[in-house]
């Protein structure tokens, strides 16, 4: 049952769609913990945002969606054989891709540094919707972060079946998926941003 | 496994053998849809009899009242773990894992499903979570004991092993998300010639419904899960009312999954009963459509009504009454399904096999759980009988009456399709009346119990509920007696039993129109589909 006769294009996208459900409904139970401390406790989390950098917020949405906008030219680029430019793109997204984590990580870093992570001390000590507040910060934020480096390697990996000619123009869906997948990672930061930057 | 392989090949070419491949590798790493459906089958049914094991020995506890032959600490064990691996390992992967496995693509017309390797990896995760689950009872703090719902703040405190045990969970809900997205695209786009959404046997129309449970609610556990293991390991305090947390939000993420998982069991089991009776009685099954349509009900109303498991947890009187409502709702798709079904029996040319007897069995078990269901789900009665034997009661009569028998049902019917041997008639009727009559004695007894006042999870009780006790546990060794006499007799026919050829049972659907045991490419040629999945015109047994 190895051969395949047909591939079967719609079949794998709608595959792919339904996921992508599946990982919109994982960020939604987060979102749902969001929205219900959120209705509690406004003014910490309100001060809670207002200590996140939204310069880096916003600096991350930008790189994000250029990294998307290389996905989606990529995906043309190998639609129209021109497989050198897919490839230089997909390496864009990467490029991308690893420029986001590096400006999370100095985040992270200054937020560990001033003694704010889940189950510190200093967050045990100060008021509770705060503390609720940066656990969720925290682990949404790292989620979101892991599916960038996993998206990350799934280019990546898509890259190189491109420069083994395994996907082309006849061939994209491997890199039609792989690139909604960035959409979806890149679709969720959109969400975070404004959450958890941008609250007054 | 091996051992069974031998005994077949001496069979026709078929998928036994024709791919000239055998040992365990060409089992482990196959992605044929019908060796991937046997590989579950023996999985899930061998996590099952562990479950098994586990109920009789708190059966044996609950006997009398005191310390029977366990402490109050290896009794939290035991009722966790008997649920952990009933539930994630056997219940939920049971019947789409295996039989929508081996059936499924069948039933449509199709080759395999969509995605065979993607199929094959499900598997794999869900050995993996499984081995994950069995460690976690073996090392660390010791086998988780907060039962099975993982509820905060026991389960973010107490020093058994929960974190590897939740780990294991998440690669168990990874599994059944990949067969949901598997089976509803393989549904979608690989349906034959003719098969149209009308024509779809009512099995696949569950497993449909089914999958898109499994797609739409397993991620919400596996971020609830996540929760439990950064509460743990984190101290991230989400769930902490001293950290401004709130545990209730844990029960409704966990029940918002955890009620429409339970839909992941029940419906496919009603599919199962809704192919076999149709064929059994020598009918077309009634209200096909209304059928198709409670599935997809179910799944849509069961999505909303989880907080009917939080009626006593804290919640406003608004959610209470909402929450009943829905609950209600849900029950008429339910009453649907059964009144078709026994409108389809009705004048019919009934035939009393084995398969048709656990199928019959599920009809009565299923309505006395779901007529029980309703005590539960309306919220005054519920507040008396919560946290009681009747929830224990109900749950198993839906369940394992509900389930459990269907899944019996499915094996007598199927098991010999891909077997090409049968299992002797007498032996299997006389098991499935030792279970039925055990099963009844055990959990309605807990029923009786539950309204009388004994709490669940207790592992001592007052000396009052000492003689119903005594008759449950009884209850439960019939049942057992019933399983083994089943299981020796189902296995024994598989191996070494007389032929199964042909299409014996009379079945209209596709599986039966192909040779026994099904050829590894399932279809000879293209099947081109002309009539509905319970026309029996022509078809004779």
Not at chain 2, 49 to 62: A, I, M, N
Not at chain 2, 82 to 106: K, Q, S, T
Not at chain 2, 137 to 150: E, I, K, Q, R, V
Not at chain 2, 335 to 357: C, D, H, Q
Request: net charge neutral; aromatic share 16%; proline share 5%.
């Amino acid at each position: 049952m190895t051969t395949h006769p047909h591939k079967d294009y719609a079949g794998a996208k709608l595959g792919m769609w339904l996921f992508l459900f599946t990982e919109l409904l994982l960020f939604g139970g987060m979102f749902l913990l969001y929205s219900v401390y959120f209705k509690r406790y406004p003014q910490e989390f309100a001060a809670g945002g207002r200590q996140l950098d939204w310069i880096m917020g916003t600096v991350n949405t930008v790189i994000l969606l250029t990294s998307s906008l290389c996905a989606a030219m990529a995906v043309t680029a190998v639609q129209r054989d021109e497989l050198r430019r897919a490839v230089a793109l997909i390496g864009g997204t990467i490029l991308c891709a690893a420029g986001f984590m590096v400006i999370k990580y100095v985040e992270w870093s200054a937020k560990i540094g001033h003694g704010i992570y889940p189950g510190s001390e200093h967050l045990k000590s100060g008021p509770p919707g705060e503390s609720v507040f940066f656990s969720l910060y925290f682990i949404t934020t790292g989620i979101h972060g892991l599916h960038v480096l996993i998206g990350g390697a799934l280019l990546a990996w898509i890259a190189l079946k491109i420069k083994g000619g395994e996907v082309n123009a006849g061939n994209d869906i491997l890199l039609e998926n792989g690139a909604l997948y960035w959409h979806l990672v890149d679709l969720i930061w959109i969400f975070i941003f404004p959450l958890y930057y941008l609250i007054l | 496994m091996d051992s069974n392989v031998q005994k077949v090949t001496a069979q026709p070419s078929c998928f036994w053998n024709d791919t000239g491949k055998s040992g365990l590798t060409s089992w482990i790493f196959s992605t044929d849809h019908k060796r991937i459906g046997l590989l579950y089958f023996y999985a899930t049914f061998g996590f099952f009899l562990t479950g098994v094991l586990l109920g009789l020995l708190l059966r044996v506890e609950l006997m009398a009242p005191g310390r029977t032959i366990v402490g109050p600490q290896t009794y939290n064990a035991l009722f966790t773990v008997h649920g952990v691996v009933m539930i994630f390992l056997f219940i939920i992967p049971g019947i789409p894992g295996a039989f929508g496995n081996m059936v499924m693509p069948i039933q449509v017309g199709a080759r395999d499903v969509s995605f065979p390797r993607l199929n094959l990896l499900s598997w794999w995760l869900y050995i993996t979570g499984a081995i994950i689950i069995l460690t976690s009872l073996f090392s660390g703090g010791g086998a988780p004991d907060t039962g099975w719902t993982f509820y905060v703040p026991f389960s973010s405190r107490t020093g058994t092993n929960v974190s590897l045990a939740v780990f294991g969970v998440f690669i168990v809900g990874f599994s059944s998300i990949l067969t949901g997205v598997n089976f509803v695209t393989t549904i979608h786009r690989l349906r034959a010639e003719g098969m149209t959404w009308g024509r779809l046997p009512l099995f696949t129309w569950s497993l449909y419904a089914t999958a898109w449970v499994q797609i739409l609610a397993t991620p919400i556990l596996a971020i609830t899960l996540v929760l439990i293991m950064t509460e743990r390991l984190l101290g991230a305090g989400l769930f902490d009312p001293a950290r401004g947390g709130d545990p209730i939000m844990y029960q409704h993420l966990f029940w918002i999954y955890s009620h429409p998982a339970v839909y992941i069991m029940i419906l496919p089991a009603m599919g199962i009963v809704s192919d076999i009776i149709p064929v059994f009685s020598r009918k077309p099954i009634f209200g096909y459509k209304m059928i198709a349509f409670s599935s997809i009900a179910i799944a849509a109303a069961g999505s909303l009504v989880w907080g009917h498991h939080m009626f006593t947890s804290g919640m406003s009187d608004t959610a209470v009454m909402v929450f009943s409502f829905l609950t209600f709702v849900v029950a008429i798709p339910s009453a649907i399904k059964v009144f078709n079904w026994v409108s389809t029996l009705y004048r019919g040319s009934i035939s009393l096999e084995a398969p048709m007897l656990f199928a019959l069995s599920f009809i009565l078990l299923f309505s006395i759980g779901g007529l029980s269901g309703l005590i539960l789900g309306s919220a005054a009665t519920d507040v008396h009988v919560h946290d009681t034997h009747f929830v224990v009661g109900h749950f198993h009569y839906v369940m394992f009456g509900g389930t459990g028998f269907a899944i019996f049902a499915a094996m007598h019917y199927w098991l010999p399709k891909f077997y090409g041997r049968r299992y002797a008639e007498k032996p299997a009727v006389v098991a499935w009346a030792l279970m039925f009559t055990g099963f009844n004695v055990l959990y309605f007894t807990m029923q009786v119990l539950g309204m009388k006042g004994m709490p669940r999870r207790y592992y001592d009780y007052l000396p009052e509920f000492a003689t119903l006790n005594l008759v449950a546990t009884v209850g439960s060794w019939i049942l057992a007696a019933g399983l083994v006499i089943m299981l020796v007799n189902l296995f024994r026919g598989l191996w070494w039993g007389a032929p199964f050829e042909g299409n014996p049972w009379g079945g209209a659907t596709l599986e039966w129109s192909i040779p026994t045991p099904p050829p590894t490419e399932n279809f000879v040629e293209e099947p081109t589909v002309t009539h509905g999945p319970y026309d029996f015109t022509g078809i004779g047994r």
